[in-house]
């Protein structure tokens, strides 16, 4: 009996039961390679034969390849447009946390926003996306690098698993495989620069000219079978050397996925090319069939044997004269396609985003006609979202495993003595967190999604729905104008709103930080002591700590007499010459009464 040494469990230098291992692998899986280069080719309208040379076949694509109705395209696009233009953030709920847990569950949501920011994780997502669209899976590496955090999107070509350790979608063990510049792994393994530059080239001999010296890497890892089993391991390897070995211990690898539809069974996903191919391929064979014919099907003049006609006499000249014997010439004009050839293509267009759930109005962002309100315009584009709600969850998934893997590195470079700090940008301050002030263990709390605004995003539709929470009385005239934030009233709403943006920083300051800031006779005392007292009641219920809560109450306390204070010196005298001041309160009106009015007063 055979017995089989698997990579892991190599005692030193794994690269070569590793390299054996994939290349197993590769051998078995090229139906899978051969998949993704047709679904590229469908979508970049080009005719590519591998992955290896896509670059010179897309620089000169064959033209009899050519799609000349791109419905793959025009899908995948449409659809990663509608959906990736969402901005979800990670938000966290403490499990009946004290004041102190809420507090870190706070600044862990803004430190995710920070880290969100710092590694332009918004900008990576939608490429991930659209590669789930195109080869059904698409992968995000999230890792460390020079004591940051980076994210990464991974071709789905180069991620390899075991289709029988995989069939429940949950391997043990994945491989990377990547090409890599010589001169960046020296620079990343220095003591081992003589064995990577002896390593043979990649695709030495397929090409004369060459950029860069490039060799194939593998990053390879086994999870560890269960909790303490120390069997897990990570290498990173070149044919001929192993660059990095060092122990596993985390459950899960370093990547996040996404697929456009699950499979029954196993790792990989459906992607929404490959749901279209058998469209697209008949589509092609019609436009080609079509084509030929137009070409074919050109004007012919018949002219009776034994005529004496001079076939220079016929020509496109106006009011020519074309003398004859016998039966005069005939031009036929022969019919280029059937109509039922037209109605059959239609039918096959209509039918691909029918399977995709797309409007053809969407696809070329124009609005049904008489749709022009925005309760109108938001219960279509309600309708039109639903067919995607599966794969928008699924896109909203993917940022909360790439939180989970941040919070995750963040814990362990903190472990390894280095302080690690992020830079949240608020909307109106930047803080700077460190994960030593957060630290909360993964059983603390619960990770729930949101999109980055609740609000519809077509103008209209927004100041309707604003409107609406208006009449509800759910949100008062100065949350509105802070809700429409159109570029050309944000210099009105910024003054507008100044108020209750600054009593907004002193309760948070307060709250937050246990710093206080007085009241003054120039703001608006009346809407600070109902937004402190809001504030209060709300600290009061988390459990804030009472020397915090105490600063509310001295500031609601110091605002009431100075409100006091203010209704007495406006009950004093009148000047002897001329009438009393504008907007002075009536003259038999005592202080309480002032006072009390201007709380009662409507906020503005």
């Given at each position: 009996?055979?017995?089989?040494?698997?990579?892991?469990?190599?005692?030193s230098?794994?690269?070569?039961?590793?390299?054996?291992?994939?290349?197993?692998?590769?051998?078995?899986?090229?139906?899978?390679?051969q998949?993704?280069?047709?679904?590229?080719?469908?979508y970049?309208n080009?005719?590519?034969?591998?992955?290896?040379?896509?670059?010179?076949?897309?620089?000169t694509?064959?033209t009899?390849?050519?799609?000349?109705?791109n419905?793959?395209?025009?899908?995948?696009?449409?659809?990663?447009?509608?959906?990736?233009?969402?901005?979800?953030?990670?938000?966290?709920?403490?499990?009946?946390?004290?004041w102190?847990?809420?507090?870190?569950a706070?600044?862990?949501?803004?430190?995710?926003?920070?880290?969100?920011?710092a590694?332009?994780i918004y900008?990576?997502?939608?490429?991930?996306?659209?590669?789930?669209?195109?080869?059904?899976?698409?992968?995000?590496?999230?890792?460390?690098?020079?004591?940051?955090?980076?994210?990464?999107?991974?071709?789905?070509?180069?991620?390899?698993?075991?289709?029988?350790?995989?069939?429940?979608?949950?391997?043990?063990?994945?491989?990377?495989?990547?090409?890599?510049?010589?001169d960046?792994?020296?620079?990343?393994?220095?003591?081992?620069e003589?064995?990577?530059?002896?390593?043979?080239?990649?695709?030495?001999?397929?090409?004369?000219y060459?950029?860069?010296?490039?060799?194939?890497c593998?990053?390879?890892?086994?999870?560890?079978?269960?909790?303490?089993?120390?069997?897990?391991?990570?290498?990173?390897?070149?044919?001929?050397?192993?660059?990095?070995?060092?122990?596993?211990?985390?459950s899960d690898?370093?990547?996040?996925?996404?697929?456009?539809?699950?499979?029954?069974?196993?790792?990989?996903?459906?992607?929404l090319?490959?749901?279209?191919?058998?469209?697209?391929?008949?589509?092609?064979?019609?436009?080609?069939?079509?084509?030929?014919?137009?070409?074919?099907?050109?004007?012919?003049?018949?002219?009776?044997?034994?005529?004496e006609?001079?076939?220079?006499?016929?020509?496109?000249?106006?009011?020519?004269?074309?003398?004859?014997?016998?039966?005069?010439?005939?031009?036929?004009?022969?019919?280029?396609?059937?109509?039922?050839?037209?109605?059959?293509?239609?039918?096959?267009?209509?039918?691909?985003?029918?399977?995709?759930?797309?409007?053809?109005?969407?696809?070329?962002?124009?609005?049904?006609?008489?749709?022009?309100?925005?309760?109108?315009?938001?219960?279509?584009q309600?309708?039109?979202?639903?067919?995607?709600?599966?794969?928008?969850?699924?896109?909203?998934?993917?940022?909360?495993?790439?939180?989970?893997?941040?919070?995750?590195?963040?814990?362990?470079?903190?472990?390894?003595?280095?302080?690690?700090?992020?830079?949240?940008?608020?909307?109106?301050?930047?803080?700077?967190?460190?994960?030593?002030?957060?630290?909360?263990?993964?059983?603390?709390?619960?990770?729930?999604v949101?999109p980055?605004?609740?609000?519809?995003?077509?103008?209209?539709?927004?100041?309707?729905?604003?409107?609406?929470m208006?009449?509800?009385?759910?949100?008062?005239?100065?949350e509105?104008?802070?809700?429409l934030?159109?570029?050309?009233?944000?210099?009105?709403?910024?003054?507008a709103?100044?108020s209750?943006?600054?009593?907004?920083?002193?309760?948070?300051d307060?709250?937050?930080?246990?710093?206080?800031?007085?009241?003054?006779?120039f703001?608006?005392?009346?809407?600070?002591?109902?937004?402190?007292?809001?504030?209060?009641?709300?600290?009061?219920?988390?459990n804030?700590?009472?020397?915090?809560?105490?600063?509310?109450?001295r500031?609601?306390?110091e605002?009431?007499?100075?409100?006091?204070?203010?209704?007495?010196?406006a009950?004093?005298?009148?000047?002897a010459?001329?009438g009393?001041?504008?907007?002075?309160?009536?003259?038999?009106?005592g202080?309480?009464?002032?006072?009390?009015?201007?709380?009662?007063?409507?906020?503005?």
């Amino acid at each position: 009996m055979k017995i089989v040494n698997y990579w892991w469990n190599e005692k030193s230098e794994p690269h070569e039961e590793l390299f054996s291992a994939v290349a197993g692998i590769v051998s078995v899986q090229s139906g899978r390679e051969q998949d993704n280069v047709a679904h590229m080719s469908l979508y970049g309208n080009a005719h590519y034969t591998d992955m290896a040379s896509f670059g010179d076949m897309g620089s000169t694509p064959n033209t009899n390849h050519r799609v000349t109705l791109n419905i793959i395209q025009s899908m995948c696009d449409t659809v990663t447009a509608k959906v990736a233009k969402a901005r979800p953030r990670a938000t966290y709920l403490t499990h009946g946390g004290n004041w102190s847990m809420q507090k870190k569950a706070k600044l862990l949501e803004r430190f995710t926003d920070g880290q969100f920011y710092a590694t332009d994780i918004y900008s990576i997502a939608p490429q991930v996306f659209m590669d789930a669209c195109v080869f059904g899976t698409g992968c995000m590496y999230i890792y460390q690098g020079d004591g940051k955090i980076e994210v990464e999107r991974v071709f789905p070509g180069e991620i390899l698993v075991d289709d029988h350790e995989s069939r429940y979608a949950k391997p043990r063990q994945m491989f990377r495989r990547k090409i890599m510049a010589k001169d960046v792994l020296v620079g990343m393994f220095p003591e081992a620069e003589k064995k990577i530059n002896e390593a043979v080239s990649y695709g030495e001999g397929h090409s004369e000219y060459k950029a860069s010296e490039q060799v194939e890497c593998i990053e390879a890892w086994h999870l560890p079978c269960y909790q303490g089993a120390g069997d897990g391991r990570r290498v990173i390897a070149i044919e001929n050397c192993t660059l990095l070995d060092e122990p596993w211990e985390r459950s899960d690898f370093p990547f996040v996925f996404i697929r456009w539809s699950n499979r029954l069974m196993g790792f990989w996903g459906q992607g929404l090319a490959e749901q279209l191919t058998g469209l697209q391929l008949e589509i092609n064979n019609l436009l080609s069939m079509i084509q030929e014919q137009m070409h074919l099907a050109t004007p012919k003049v018949f002219i009776e044997n034994g005529s004496e006609i001079v076939p220079g006499h016929l020509n496109n000249e106006i009011w020519g004269i074309v003398k004859y014997n016998g039966t005069p010439p005939q031009m036929v004009a022969p019919r280029t396609t059937s109509p039922e050839v037209f109605a059959h293509l239609d039918r096959l267009y209509s039918r691909a985003y029918e399977i995709a759930g797309i409007s053809q109005l969407a696809a070329q962002s124009k609005k049904p006609s008489g749709l022009d309100s925005g309760v109108a315009l938001r219960e279509f584009q309600d309708i039109e979202t639903e067919r995607f709600m599966i794969v928008a969850q699924h896109y909203e998934k993917l940022f909360l495993e790439a939180a989970e893997q941040m919070i995750e590195l963040a814990r362990e470079i903190s472990k390894e003595g280095n302080a690690y700090e992020v830079l949240s940008h608020g909307d109106k301050d930047i803080q700077s967190i460190k994960w030593s002030d957060i630290d909360l263990k993964r059983d603390q709390y619960v990770m729930k999604v949101y999109p980055t605004s609740l609000l519809p995003t077509t103008p209209a539709a927004k100041l309707q729905k604003v409107i609406e929470m208006v009449q509800a009385g759910m949100i008062d005239n100065q949350e509105a104008r802070g809700l429409l934030d159109y570029p050309d009233l944000e210099a009105v709403n910024q003054l507008a709103t100044a108020s209750s943006d600054g009593i907004k920083l002193m309760i948070e300051d307060m709250v937050e930080h246990g710093r206080y800031h007085p009241p003054e006779p120039f703001m608006n005392l009346a809407m600070a002591i109902a937004m402190i007292q809001s504030a209060y009641l709300r600290a009061k219920i988390n459990n804030a700590p009472e020397e915090n809560l105490d600063l509310l109450r001295r500031f609601m306390q110091e605002a009431i007499d100075m409100l006091s204070t203010m209704a007495q010196g406006a009950t004093a005298p009148a000047p002897a010459m001329g009438g009393p001041e504008m907007g002075a309160p009536p003259a038999n009106m005592g202080p309480d009464e002032i006072a009390a009015e201007q709380m009662a007063a409507p906020i503005q």
